[in-house]
């Protein structure tokens, strides 16, 4: 067994998962490779789901793996055959974690997170919003990476909000987790991005939870200039919603009002701020630029 | 059993619905259908003020210290929103 850390977890894994970083104690996940015996309803699609509940999700993704993952901590995989290391890989800590994060009722946001004194920034969006662009520009002016693409948020007793570190890699260019679930042409493209743009970050990781300074929702529009707004009361709760990560897994696992509860927690104790930006240029330097003056920093 | 609301007609928060509140706004949740819900203004005093049972009329009459209308207007409008309310399955409605 391998033994990791990420997302505030500790993780027991048959798999070899060389980008999460090695930690030992009490596994709160164990993932083993196993058959997994169900009747997967053949439905055209490259996903099949045969069993969701909130204690035990099974489904698989055509040509990669079947998972079953139970009560946010017994996870066994069966990866179909000859598939590759590094796109099984994806599988786990992008479908699996997505499952155990809801078992387990955290709050995943679909953002990367950068660090500066202490306190991070979620730039969270859709895929294509250009987030992995903007992380890139705060890494490059000093910034540390918290998390790339899964920011799960956790309070304390003190009503502080914190970020858990993930792993120190990134993706450049494409949200490869979102794509990797809707069919089989990307994930072709995911196997050859996954080999370029794939980009170790080690050097610049911190490996600590922070606390949540501001959430920034990135998207594009068709004006000239990035433009930078601050969210308030009822537009903050939608723009988190709408950013939590794997949504649909709420009403999935019927569990609406407890992500609601948590969402508007969330809502009532961090800045968020709506970034829109051109579709066309570099401006990722503006971007930075805008937040650091809004937040003063 | 359908019943017009009235302005004699009783509300009051359906228990148990989840709500937040921030910056004077109301978001709910009505857990039955999975629907949001956002208040804002009046209409979120209007939430504030119903956390206990009250009529339409003793709705209406503080409303009428707090905010600049008329009587007649008021009682429109609160009836009205106390119907949406009451539609979107958000409030119990007695009497």
């Not at chain 1, 260019?173 to 196997?191: G, H, M, N, P, V």
């Not at chain 2, 207007?73 to 409605?93: M, P, R, Y």
């Amino acid at each position: 067994m391998y033994k990791y850390k990420a997302f505030g977890l500790t993780i027991n894994s048959q798999f070899l998962l060389p980008e999460l970083i090695e930690a030992d104690g009490a596994a709160d996940v164990e993932i083993v490779s196993g058959e997994i015996e169900a009747d997967f309803m053949e439905n055209g699609s490259s996903i099949s789901i045969c069993c969701l509940s909130k204690s035990k999700i099974i489904y698989k993704i055509a040509d990669i793996a079947a998972c079953s993952v139970e009560a946010g901590r017994k996870v066994t995989i069966s990866p179909a055959p000859g598939i590759k290391d590094s796109t099984l890989r994806v599988f786990i800590l992008t479908s699996v974690f997505g499952c155990i994060f809801f078992q387990r009722m955290m709050l995943p946001i679909h953002g990367s997170a950068v660090v500066k004194n202490d306190k991070c920034i979620v730039i969270a969006g859709d895929s294509g919003a250009g987030k992995s662009t903007l992380t890139t520009e705060f890494l490059n002016n000093g910034y540390k990476l918290l998390t790339d693409d899964i920011a799960v948020i956790e309070f304390d007793n003190k009503d502080r909000v914190h970020v858990q570190p993930a792993f120190p890699q990134r993706k450049l260019r494409t949200d490869t987790a979102e794509k990797f679930c809707i069919d089989k042409d990307t994930l072709e493209q995911l196997e050859i991005e996954d080999q370029k743009y794939l980009v170790n970050s080690e050097h610049v990781f911190v490996n600590s939870p922070t606390e949540l300074e501001a959430v920034i929702e990135l998207s594009v529009s068709d004006t000239l200039i990035p433009d930078l707004k601050k969210l308030s009361g009822m537009e903050r709760f939608c723009a988190l919603m709408n950013n939590v990560y794997r949504g649909s897994f709420i009403n999935i696992i019927n569990s609406q009002e407890h992500y609601f509860k948590k969402v508007g927690k969330l809502a009532a104790l961090v800045q968020v701020f709506k970034l829109t930006r051109p579709s066309n240029g570099f401006t990722s330097n503006q971007q930075m630029k805008l937040i650091c003056k809004e937040l003063d920093i | 059993m359908y019943r017009n609301i009235t302005k004699e007609t009783v509300i009051g928060r359906k228990t148990n619905l989840p709500f937040v509140e921030m910056d004077g706004e109301v978001g709910m949740l009505n857990v039955d259908n999975g629907k949001y819900y956002s208040l804002e203004n009046v209409a979120a005093r209007i939430w504030e003020l119903i956390a206990t049972e009250k009529s339409i009329n003793d709705i209406v009459s503080i409303l009428l210290e707090e905010y600049e209308i008329d009587k007649d207007n008021c009682f429109t409008q609160v009836i009205s929103f106390a119907e949406s309310l009451k539609n979107e399955g958000l409030i119990d409605v007695k009497g």
